[in-house]
Nanobody
């Protein structure tokens, strides 16, 4: 599967952004989908993940209550709605797909990665 992330940009603290990830292929619904981010000088970290059917979601503590992950299997899309953004949310955001059986948070569990989209939050 090929992944294309978009929707990043510059936003003020407290604002919102919606990231999108378009997936190719007919087997999108068989993948667990996740979002990760990497800030300058830091390691890539887990942000959120969603199960195949969309019924189960999981979030990093740092974004819980502010970010919402969702997916549209009919259109091969996964989204990350980001509200109440903070300066520490500034990073390159990546969408990823996992062939695993359950929602996972480790980057090594994901098999396919998009190219990343930059989110900059100004304080």
């Amino acid at each position: 599967v090929q992944l294309q992330a978009s929707g990043g940009g510059l936003v003020q603290a407290g604002g919102s952004l919606r990231l999108s990830c378009a997936a190719s292929g007919r087997t999108f619904s068989t993948y667990i989908m996740g979002w990760f981010r990497q800030a300058p000088g830091k390691e890539r970290e887990f942000v959120a993940a969603v199960s195949r059917g969309g019924g189960t979601t999981y979030y990093a503590d740092s974004v819980k209550g502010r970010f919402t992950i969702s997916r549209d299997n009919a259109n091969n899309m996964v989204y990350l709605q980001m509200d109440s953004l903070k300066s520490e949310d500034t990073a390159v955001y990546y969408c990823a797909a996992s062939r695993g059986w359950s929602v996972v948070v480790g980057a090594r569990e994901y098999d396919y990665w998009g190219q990343g989209t930059l989110v900059t939050v100004s304080s």
